[in-house]
């Protein structure tokens, strides 16, 4: 539980945020907001929630938001714990038994003689196999909106949008050149500066939104925390002073709602796709493969593995349940390895089976903790790394939880509640703009919901 005095002392520390107006340049003064609620999902990729309840994390805006609503002790992702299939998972209720992601891309030439590849270019419609709640918020009428979202490529249900990668051309992007915020040049050469300042740009763009359509539904992602612990290791002071950096991210767009008249029919909710742990050896299954002949020109089922920290992908050509039982025994019981599944044994911790969706593997591996899976087939099977930061192992591991926490309208001043699964979500968000999702494996989060937002149409 959150250390009740620190908290205080950073409600304190931020009262503004929620007591009165807070100065914004005089473009941010826009038209009043229509009268109907309106939800802000706030994604801090890679945000653990053991990092949440340091007792004295440089958060404040973060711990006003939670004295004000609710929070959970964590929240659990599905498997696997990496961002593109979590992210899936908070906008449709479902998990990747479901919704088919699992890596961050559509896995391409798997099952063939070559090396299969992420295409992280596919569009929605091909890679999501569930309906989203921004498709059912679009569908109702309502104004929809994203800011780095994943997994969200040519989809038709959002109205205003930022990508990841920017289009040059694009409405948002142009505002932020007519606003001095970006120039043409740096939409061009979006990547090349660091992920702070994408994410300083993401969130100016969210603000934009904001500011000049007031969407029903904004859905904004930051990568900071992520890109640092993957460079750095978990539970550092950079970790921490990036944690700092993206407080000040949300408070920009609190601040923005409230100065675009919107703050009193607005639900914030602060979520994380999952956590970090630090990882000291690397492993490559591609040079076992490739050492036991699966890879050479005359196999006749050729096998590849796709790696992703905590977890590797096995594709065969041509598998067999045989094959299958030898390429298990290829890996089991080798240094680094925690667990080798068949497609039967990962179906049941929610991974979809190879005859549900092509992109299901026909073998899962899942790395011991302190070891991570990646590319390359020549060279020593394991070989030492500098400490850096992963992902990707099993969902009930403490250090994969991720954090929740929702604020004003429409939710209850709860204070600390259970842990529940990220499927809950998008159930929730549909409560709170009383939209129908159908059906799907999330529930509501009622017990945080005002009596008002606890109904849909």
């Given amino acids: 539980m959150f250390p009740r005095s620190g908290l205080l002392r950073n409600v304190v520390a931020t009262a503004m945020l929620f007591a009165g107006s807070v100065a914004l340049p005089l473009c941010a003064q826009a038209a009043p907001a229509t009268q109907r609620p309106k939800v802000v999902v ?3 990729d890679a945000f653990a929630a053991v990092s949440l309840h340091e007792p004295q994390l440089p958060a404040p805006t973060l711990h006003a938001l939670m004295q004000r609503g609710a929070y959970a002790a964590s929240m659990q992702p599905i498997n696997p714990t990496v961002t593109w299939p979590n992210h899936t998972a908070m906008v449709t209720g479902v998990d990747a038994s479901r919704h088919h992601v699992l890596v961050n891309g559509l896995i391409v030439d798997q099952r063939t003689a070559m090396l299969p590849r992420i295409d992280m270019k596919a569009p929605k419609s091909r890679l999501v196999a569930a309906p989203t709640v921004y498709d059912a918020a679009h569908k109702a ?11 969200i490529e040519g989809t038709p249900s959002i109205d205003w949008q930022f990508a990841e990668h920017p289009d040059p051309h694009g409405a ?7 606003q001095g915020v970006l120039t043409d040049d740096q939409l061009v050469h979006f990547g090349v500066p660091s992920q702070a300042w994408r994410d300083r740009m993401y969130t100016r763009a969210a603000v934009d939104i904001i500011q ?30 990036t944690i700092a950096f993206l407080d000040d991210r949300v408070k920009e767009v609190v601040d923005a709602v409230r100065a675009a008249g919107d703050f009193d029919r607005t639900t914030f909710i602060i979520v994380s796709d999952h956590g970090q742990q630090s990882v000291h050896q690397t492993l490559h299954p591609n040079v076992l493969l490739k050492q036991a002949g699966l890879q050479a020109a005359s196999a006749s089922q050729p096998s590849f593995s796709v790696p992703d920290d905590g977890f590797a992908l096995v594709y065969q050509q041509h598998a067999t349940k045989a094959s299958i039982k030898a390429l298990k025994s290829l890996f089991a019981g080798t240094p680094g390895i925690r667990s080798v599944l068949t497609p039967a044994e990962a179906a049941k911790e929610g991974w979809p089976t190879p005859a549900q969706s092509d992109q299901a593997p026909d073998l899962l591996l899942y790395a011991a903790d302190g070891y991570a899976f990646k590319e390359g087939d020549t060279g020593d099977y394991v070989t030492p790394t500098n ?13 994969m939880q991720g954090i929740f926490i929702a604020a004003g309208f429409g939710i209850r001043a709860k204070g600390e509640i259970p842990a529940f699964p990220n499927v809950d979500i998008a159930p929730t968000i549909a409560q709170l703009l009383h939209l129908s999702l159908g059906t799907v494996q999330g529930k509501p989060l009622t017990e ?10």
């Fill in 172 to 178: 948002i992007e142009q505002d932020l050149v007519r």
């Fill in 141 to 151: 009428g309502l104004t929809t909106a994203q800011v780095d979202w994943v997994a």
């Fill in 448 to 457: 945080i919901l005002e009596p008002h937002a606890r109904t849909t149409k």
């Fill in 42 to 44: 706030i994604s801090l």
């Fill in 212 to 241: 000049q359509h007031h969407p029903d539904l904004l859905l904004l992602h930051l990568l900071a925390l992520d890109s640092i612990e993957h460079e750095t290791g978990f539970g550092n002071n950079a970790g921490r002073n």
């Fill in 387 to 399: 400490e850096i930061g992963a992902h990707g192992y099993p969902n009930s591991d403490p250090l």
